[in-house]
């Protein structure tokens, strides 16, 4: 079955280190998506993407963070001047567009970023 | 805002029982209501996913039932095996923005 795949699967950063985690979505889709999880919190929505733009993004998506789609096939995420509470399982996940999203999304493994 | 809550937090049967796993949002104008399930340290695997229009999904041991104008989602997994212990999430889109919104979760024990 396809899946989305993440890495680095950890990391370990310096505070105030630019960190970039990568992502492949399942070949077909056209919906991505950021959303973390710090410990013992719930999953949270960071940011949504579309047509190379971003079409949804969260309060805690703020000026530090941003996202690209560099080729036909990865999509990452940038987090500038990392803080130590930016620390959290990051998840990459990805939706078959068909007009209006609404279908199944599909999560990957997590990277999970370690801020001392 | 829409605010999901899972209950309970925590529970642990012996194998071949029924589990029932309880959701609940407060904004009932939702797109779709998913289920996950979440291994220790592991990434998010879809279960099951429910529309708005529809009032239950099957696959295998695993039921979900949705009562939209409650607020209530509920999933059943049959005859339960140690195989079976993960947390499992409940997510509900809204209809006006799309994105999920996650409960805490329900973490399962299958005592063998």
């Known amino acids: 079955e396809p899946e989305v795949t993440q890495t680095p699967s950890h990391q370990v950063t310096q505070m105030g280190q630019e960190v970039i985690l990568r992502c492949v979505p399942i070949?077909?889709?056209?919906?991505f998506y950021w959303y973390r999880q710090i410990l013992g919190q719930k999953v949270e929505f960071l940011v949504s993407?579309?047509?190379?733009?971003?079409?949804?993004k969260s309060e805690i998506f703020d000026d530090q963070f941003s996202v690209e789609r560099p080729d036909g096939s990865n999509f990452t995420l940038k987090i500038r001047s990392t803080k130590l509470e930016d620390s959290a399982m990051y998840f990459c996940?990805?939706?078959?567009?068909?007009?209006?999203?609404?279908?199944?999304?599909?999560f990957g493994e997590g990277s999970w970023l370690t801020v001392v | 805002k829409q605010e999901v809550t899972q209950i309970p937090a925590a529970l642990s049967v012996p194998e071949g029982e029924n589990l029932v796993l309880n959701c609940s949002f407060t904004d009932s104008a939702i797109y779709n209501l998913q289920w996950f399930r979440q291994d220790p340290g592991k990434g998010l695997t879809s279960l099951l996913l429910i529309q708005s229009s529809q009032r239950e999904q099957t696959s295998g041991r695993l039921n979900a039932s949705l009562d939209k104008s409650s607020g209530r989602s509920t999933l059943y997994i049959a005859a339960s095996q140690p195989g079976d212990s993960a947390t499992y999430l409940c997510?509900?889109?809204?209809?006006?923005?799309?994105?999920?919104?996650f409960g805490a979760g329900t973490t399962v024990t299958v005592r063998a």
């Open positions: 997510a509900v889109r809204r209809s006006n923005d799309y994105k999920l919104s």
């Open positions: 993407f579309y047509n190379n733009e971003i079409s949804e």
């Open positions: 996940a990805s939706e078959k567009y068909q007009g209006t999203p609404g279908n199944t999304i599909y």
């Open positions: 070949s077909n889709h056209l919906y």
